[in-house]
């Protein structure tokens, strides 16, 4: 159990990281929405072209960037909205076992159907052709666009995280059925910490 709760440990960290990594994309994502009305306003007044569809693209990529990297982090810190009538008031050794029956059996093969089922689209995207080899990728319909494949990759990135943070919450779900003191600590604190900033909704 230690060599695997040292495992999910990587896995939490490296949700921890995209985590911080969300908040810029945030940031970015106003930022260039804030610069397409700006620039037309501006290109209207000088008779000039300040922005393009790849702006306007650039927008919802980033967009949909915070969602496909954002799913393992709810997952981890649990601020998903729940509504329930017993779960809240029942002993941690009670919640894991749910948690992990679902997780087992309907998060985990959620995620491996997701990705089974988006691997061809994907690759079709950057341009796979039926023998095997690679032909054009995917671009946007629109003038001056983006390419469509870099953003429909982020599906299968999605996925994947959140496959491995799903494995990371059965570890310690795992551990706390067990009686691992140290994990149901360190759970109860997370979720205290979450509820003190505001982060839990259920």
């Not at 620039?39 to 072209?49: D, I």
């Not at 927008?59 to 601020?79: C, E, P, R």
Request: some cysteine.
């Amino acid at each position: 159990m230690r060599t695997l709760l040292k495992l999910s440990t990587l896995i939490d960290t490296l949700t921890e990281r995209l985590g911080s990594l969300n908040i810029l994309l945030v940031l970015l994502t106003i930022a260039i929405g804030a610069f397409n009305p700006i620039s037309r306003y501006v290109g209207s007044y000088l008779g000039v072209k300040l922005t393009s569809n790849a702006f306007l693209e650039l927008q919802w990529y980033l967009y949909s960037m915070i969602f496909f990297l954002g799913f393992a982090y709810v997952l981890k810190h649990g601020i998903n909205v729940r509504v329930d009538f017993l779960y809240t008031n029942w002993s941690p050794k009670a919640k894991a076992w749910v948690d992990l029956i679902g997780t087992v059996f309907f998060l985990i093969p959620f995620c491996l159907l997701g990705l089974y089922v988006t691997w061809n689209p994907v690759l079709i995207s950057w341009g796979r052709l039926p023998d095997g080899t690679f032909g054009n990728w995917e671009l946007s319909p629109d003038p001056e666009g983006l390419p469509r494949a870099p953003i429909k990759s982020f599906i299968l990135v999605s996925f994947s995280l959140l496959l491995l943070q799903a494995i990371s919450q059965a570890i310690k779900y795992s551990a706390i059925i067990l009686g691992d003191r140290a994990v149901v600590q360190a759970v109860v604190s997370s979720i205290e910490t979450d509820v003190a900033t505001g982060a839990t909704l259920q």
